[in-house]
Every structure is written in C-alpha cells, then in structure tokens.
C-alpha cells in the first residue's frame, strides 16, 4: 500500500474528549474514527490490524473444533422471556426497539439464547454429542461508561463460542483446553506476559468463572496476581476460602489494575433447561446438555494491545497483529534514484508475498519518521542517498529502535525471522 493513496494521514493532537490513551494513539494514526462515545469505526489501518486479531483468534477456535457460524444481531423477545433475560433488571444494557406493527424486539447482548434454542434442531442424541459453535458478531451494550476508547464500547465485535456437552467431566476438558487455546492466543498477540488466568465470580450462572485480565494502568478491574504460579483473583472473590481453594496466601499476592480481555463461563444447564436442549443418553434417558461459554472482544484486545505495547512515540505493534509487517520508508529527497531504488524494493517484496505499507510521499525525513513511529508497525527499512551507497537498507526495529544495515540480497530473508 502505497502511503500517497491511503486515504487517512496521520495528526498532531487527538479530540479533546479523548480521554484514552489507546483511542487517542489510534485516533492519531488513522486507525480509527470517534462516532460518537462508546462507537468507533475501524479506518483501512484498523480494520487491517482488528482482522489480523480475528484470524489469530479464529485459528485457535478452529484448532480446538470450534465451528464457525454468525447469528442475528436482531433478537427475538420469546427466548429471552423463557430464559428471564429479557427484562432491563436481568440484563442492564440492553438496546430494545419496536417493529412497525408495534412489536419488540432487541438488539443482541449475547447469544446464549438463540443458539441453545438453533441447537435443539441437531443436538438429539448422546452421538451428536460434544460439540463446539462460536461467531465473531456485533454485540450491543448500553454501556454505563464508555470512556475505555475502543476497549468499552456501546457497539463491538465479539468472538463468543459455545460448548455443547454430555456431562461435566467432559465440559470440564474442554474449558482447559480453551483455557490453553486463549494462552496461545494471548501469547500471539503480543501481551502474554502480562495477562493472568483470573479466578472469578460466575455471576447468576455458576458459582465461578476464569477470566483473562491483563496488567494495565487503563484496567477498570482489580486483581490479586501471584506471580511465581502465573494466576490471578479477582477482587469480587478475593476471600479466604477462594484462596485456600488455590492454595495460595494473601501475601504472596501483588494488587494490580487489570482489563478483562476475555472469560470462559460453565453454564451448566441453566439455559438447556429452560430452552429444552436435551439429548438421549445411551440409556434412552432424556438429559440436558451441560453448556459453557467463551468470549474474547477482539477490539478490546486491539485496545489493550495499545495501552501495553504504546510508547510516547506512537503505536508499538507486536509482528502477527500489526496492519504490515515492513513500513517502507523513502528518503529521497528529490534524488530520482533514491525514489527507483525504493519502488523496486517494494516491489520486490511484493513479489515476494510481502505487502509493505510504502511511504512514498514527498514530505520530509524527520516528518516521516515521526509517522512511522506513530503508525507503530515492527519493522522500518529506510531506503536513502546514504544506504544506497552501501548496497542496502536500514533496518529499525519499533520497538527497541535498535537499527542495522541489511543487504537488499537479505531482507526478505530478514523479515521472515523468527525473533
Ligand atoms: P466487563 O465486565 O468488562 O463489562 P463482561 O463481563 O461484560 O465484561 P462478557 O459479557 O463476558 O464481558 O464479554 C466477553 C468479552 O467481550 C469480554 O471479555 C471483553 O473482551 C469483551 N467485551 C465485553 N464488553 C465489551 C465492551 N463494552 N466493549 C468491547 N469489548 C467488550
Ligand atoms: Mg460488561
């Protein structure tokens, strides 16, 4: 993509009313655009970066056979009212609306409802039995607080999956197994070190649930990290029988400021029950199935990323998330060479399956520079007079800034490494 037809440029300052660090550095960039408070659209930037978040996240829910399907947004009342969920005192944030024949309908929180009630049209037997169905769709929320910039926001995108079992112990093996699956995916995208398997209330579901918080100044949860076993409390269980129950003591723990990132739920049969889920066991006996849920935002993943990973420079992106993996930056000052030299290396990694964001604009070194840094992709290679003469680019890495001189014969070798 070549930076004169991207059609966002980069600014100075980000609105006022930009309270976020992450909003504000993305705002910045042109990564996304402030609709109206708790509403952001995703820019080419943006959306690039948000898609390459959703494939890592679908890639690990299809390693652990996940199916993916899309519901409606729209909802319809009758599942909800059988489930209790429908009224505003059972769920707060709801957006409803009305038909033009006057009747209701509401604009989807979750998806428990709907897809326990689709289920009932395959699941019949114990041997259609376990199975695992997820989506990434836009969910609605009136929000309370929508001052989180991209990471609370009225309207988001959520990958929400959903396990269909026989019994507990074998819902049990895949709520591991998606506890291992989130690690993979938090690790990929770039924040591994920082988010904690986080012991937690199940809320009117279950008595407890995990979630995945990550360590951040932004955080609107409070956790109990112990750091030496890689897990975490959060404050609203952080008792004396929870702890013992992990076998872990109040002073081994550090209190941090965290985001929820992402939970996983045990449903039990809380919505088999009133939804009429249930199989025939091998007995011919009629069972419920055993449910749970498992929900990443992937925006808010995006929005974390950049509290975490942002610098006072700009944007810091980790190599499988970030929008390119090269930014391509010329330096040509008028030298007509310069520039050829800069096409054909762009070029060339084209040909090599690697697309580059190439800044191909007339604007000077020091202006381009501070846009590179701003836009935060893992690696620039500077093509100028100066390196030129030494048969190579420079190289400069994000997120350190080390720098070194690679040879044009070397750098798509060079961006295939593995560090
Ligand atoms: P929170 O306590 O932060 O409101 P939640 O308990 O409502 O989160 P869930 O309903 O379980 O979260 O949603 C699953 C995931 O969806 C969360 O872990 C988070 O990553 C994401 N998410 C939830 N609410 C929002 C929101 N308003 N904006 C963006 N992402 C969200
Ligand atoms: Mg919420």
């Not at 004396?240 to 039990?268: Q, S, T």
């Not at 069972?287 to 944007?315: A, C, F, Q, W």
Request: aromatic share 10%.
């Amino acid at each position: 993509m070549r930076q004169s037809h991207l059609f966002t440029k980069t600014r100075k300052s980000a609105p006022k009313d930009e309270v976020a660090k992450n909003a504000q550095l993305l705002i910045r960039a042109g990564y996304i655009h402030k609709e109206m408070a708790g509403a952001y659209a995703y820019l080419p930037l943006g959306l690039r970066t948000f898609n390459n978040i959703v494939s890592i996240i679908r890639e690990e829910m299809d390693a652990i056979g996940g199916q993916e399907l899309t519901l409606t947004a729209l909802q319809n009342p009758t599942l909800w009212e059988r489930s209790g969920r429908w009224s505003d005192e059972a769920i707060d944030v709801w957006f409803k609306t009305t038909l033009k024949d006057g009747a209701e309908v509401g604009l989807a929180v979750t998806h428990e409802e709907p897809l326990t009630a689709l289920m009932t049209e395959y699941i019949q037997s114990y041997k259609d039995l376990p199975k695992y169905a997820y989506q990434f769709q836009t969910k609605f929320r009136n929000e309370l607080r929508a001052k989180s910039g991209i990471m609370r926001t009225r309207e988001f995108v959520m990958k929400d999956l959903y396990s269909f079992s026989r019994d507990e112990k074998e819902f049990r093996t895949f709520y591991e197994k998606c506890a291992e699956a989130y690690k993979k995916i938090f690790d990929r995208a770039g924040i591994g070190a920082q988010t904690f398997r986080t012991f937690a209330s199940g809320g009117s579901f279950s008595k407890f649930s995990d979630e995945f918080q990550t360590i951040c100044d932004a955080g609107e949860d409070t956790i109990y990290v112990h750091r030496k076993k890689g897990i975490a409390v959060n404050k609203e269980v952080y008792t004396d029988e929870v702890l013992a129950e992990l076998g872990i003591k109040r002073d081994e723990l550090e209190e941090m400021k965290a985001v929820e990132v992402g939970n996983i739920f045990p449903l039990g049969t809380r919505f088999s029950d009133v939804l009429g889920l249930t199989y025939k066991d091998e007995e011919g006996k009629e069972v419920p199935v055993v449910m749970g849920s498992y929900g990443i935002g992937p925006g808010r993943l995006m929005g974390t990323i950049v509290e975490v990973l942002g610098d006072e420079k700009g944007l810091v992106w980790p190599k499988e998330v970030a929008p390119y993996p090269v930014h391509l930056v010329s330096i040509a000052g008028g030298n007509k060479e310069v520039t050829e030299e800069a096409d054909r290396i762009y070029d060339l990694l084209l040909e090599n399956g690697i697309e580059a964001l190439y800044d191909d604009r007339d604007a000077r070194a020091g202006e381009k520079f501070a846009d590179s840094d701003l836009i935060g992709i893992p690696t620039r290679f500077v093509v100028s007079e100066k390196t030129m003469a030494q048969g190579a680019v420079e190289a400069v890495n994000r997120a350190d800034g080390v720098s070194s001189l690679v040879p044009e014969s070397g750098i798509v070798e060079y961006l295939g490494r593995s560090d």
